[in-house]
């Protein structure tokens, strides 16, 4: 069994930082790919940036240049920097791991709301 854990959301106000922590564990193989999802009200799931066992990362169009997405995936963590917050980035916040190409994992999520 596989437990995916975020921490880190909260209220800020426009313009202000957070930063989201993941943590999976339990009987893990090998991650291969590890991604931030957010969900705001009424709206689909969507990818908000994810990172690759190389290295190599992917961001959504409207995060580009504020968010920063980092982690050791041989060591099952992941972070996200959330920098210069917007109204419309109140979301709930999702973990998703990838274990190999047909195991995928989501955590329960972490509320970031983005108000004055």
């Known amino acids: 069994q596989v437990q995916v854990v975020e921490s880190g959301g909260g209220l800020v106000q426009p313009g202000g930082s957070l930063r989201l922590s993941c943590v999976a564990s339990g009987t893990i193989s090998s991650i291969d790919v590890m991604g931030w999802y957010r969900q705001a009200p009424g709206m689909q799931r969507e990818l908000v940036a994810e990172?690759?066992?190389?290295?190599?990362?992917t961001y959504a169009g409207p995060v580009k240049g504020r968010f920063t997405i980092s982690g050791d995936i041989a060591k099952n963590t992941m972070y996200l920097q959330m920098n210069k917050l917007k109204p419309e980035g109140t979301a709930i916040y999702y973990c998703?791991?990838?274990?190999?190409?047909?195991?995928?994992?989501w955590g329960q999520g972490t509320q970031v709301t983005v108000s004055s």
């Open positions: 990172i690759i066992d190389t290295g190599s990362t």
């Open positions: 998703n791991v990838w274990d190999g190409p047909t195991r995928a994992y």
